[in-house]
């Protein structure tokens, strides 16, 4: 910021936040109806914190997130973060998959620039619609010096998480995200930013991921492990095209003695297989009731099944050894 307010641009992609209903008390609404010129204009309070400018880089709900929206979303972002006259970039999204996104631009954004991600969980149309707090939060918390360096942030309800540690808890109520292993990074209330700690964790300039040169990711399958679980999807998944899967397994990422076999027979193969959980928190550690060194697995430590996933996808856009992988695993 040279003069005057922080200068601070929103890319809008969608999500309830720019959602619409025909009622103000049905539970029925689409998300990703309203642009961003609609969402400016519906928090001016906004406009008091920062000179803000808008994009629109897809209007979807975020259950539709894909690879494309997310390369262009990530190259925008490390653009815009380039320019001397942008000091932070708001980015507002579906809470469905606004984990997955907050993670994967952790790891390859190029910037110590403030990045916040927003969401809401009803519609701007809702009886108590918590969008516009939302969205004043995050335009707060981008505008303020102390939240350089901390990689991508998630300013919701109040809270400030990581894009590594926070998961959606649930399916509608408006406290749905927590940060259960890693701890908040702050909070903020009406506008008023406290940061308790960095975020745990490589990121952003600290990675050692970059999209350079990257037009597609590698296919990835999640599979969660039930009862009387056989290999039969984990086959099907490396007949779709998966370079890797991470299955969902049950507490510390187990899984059936018939899908254990299968998956390390494909790990053998060349299939990446990760290890994560379908346990809401808790860490999958390496050779624990899994023999993973001699199966030839990856243990995914602390993160859940969906940013295992966006993990491996990036790994696998270079050749590793197994100890490699499994040291991403450690340091992000
Ligand atoms: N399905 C919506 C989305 O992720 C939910 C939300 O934004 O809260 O876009």
Redesign the pocket.
Known sequence: MAHGKPRIVVLAT????AGAATSDVHARYT?GQVGVAHLLAAVPQAGELAALHGEQISNI???DMNDEVWLRLARRVNELAAQSDVDGIVVTH????IEETAYFLNLVLKTAKPVVMT???RPPTALSADGPLNFYNAVAVAANAGAAGRGVLVVINDWIHGASSLTKTSTTAVQTFLSPLRGLIGTVAYGNAEFYRGPVGRHTVESEFSLDGVTTLPRVDIIMAYENMDGALIDAAVAAGAKGIVIAGVGNGNMTAPALATLSAQAKKGIVAVRSTRVATGLVGRNVEVNDDELGLVASDDLNAQKARVLLRLALLKPRPLTDIQRLFAEY
């Open positions: 969608g999500g309830t936040i998300s709900g975020s259950q579906g809470t469905d998959t969401a809401s969980m």
